[in-house]
């Protein structure tokens, strides 16, 4: 009878550690693809940047619609934010003593970027729109410069 008990209660632990396996390996797979969903890669962001930033080139001229530029320029401000805390993935082809160099250069780069849309954003909110559109041209050289800097070759694009 005893020996009988001992085996139920051996099965009913068995059964429990299945089951809590089960469960914790539907979580972890669970949570591993809820993650990638918020994290977006540094090209992904990118990506995402382009047709505002392309947009603008011809909105940037039209005074009556300066307050959906402002719109676009702010939402490529916070976005530039972001992909600056991103290593850009040629970084695992720099050899490790000079990452640092590689990174720190990337953030400038990041910089200079957030400074082009400033600029642009100010030029808005005083209705100057050649001054504008001028941050805009200087933004295009820096973006061009960051792409040859910063992305492999087989990632590069038309400009
Ligand atoms: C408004 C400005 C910018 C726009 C619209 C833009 C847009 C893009 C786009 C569309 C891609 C993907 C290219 C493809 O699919 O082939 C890309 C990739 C990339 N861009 Fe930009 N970019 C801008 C500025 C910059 C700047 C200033 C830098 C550097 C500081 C930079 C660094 C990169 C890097 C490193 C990648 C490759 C992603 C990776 O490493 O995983 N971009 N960009």
């Known amino acids: 009878m005893q020996r009988i008990q001992r085996h139920r209660v051996r099965m009913a632990a068995v059964a429990a550690l299945t089951i809590i396996a089960t469960i914790s390996w539907i979580a972890t797979r669970t949570d591993a693809e809820h993650h990638e969903a918020k994290a977006p890669s540094l090209h992904e962001i990118m990506e995402t940047m382009d047709d505002p930033f392309r947009s603008l080139r011809r909105q940037l001229k039209d005074p009556q ?37 590689f990174l720190l250069e990337y953030k400038r780069k990041m910089v200079a970027l957030l ?15 050649a001054k504008a559109y001028e941050a805009y041209r200087k933004i295009g050289k820096v973006r061009r410069e960051g792409h040859e800097q910063f992305q492999e070759e087989e990632e590069e694009e038309e400009d």
Do not use: C, H
């Not at 676009?72 to 050899?95: D, H, W, Y």
């Open 115 to 129: 400074n082009g849309l400033l600029d642009v954003e100010e030029a808005l909110i005083f209705s100057d729109n």
């Open 65 to 101: 619609k300066n307050e959906a530029s402002l719109e676009v320029v702010r939402e490529l401000q916070k976005k530039t934010l972001v992909a600056a805390g991103f290593n850009p993935s040629m970084m695992e082809s720099v050899i490790e003593k000079k990452r640092p160099r």
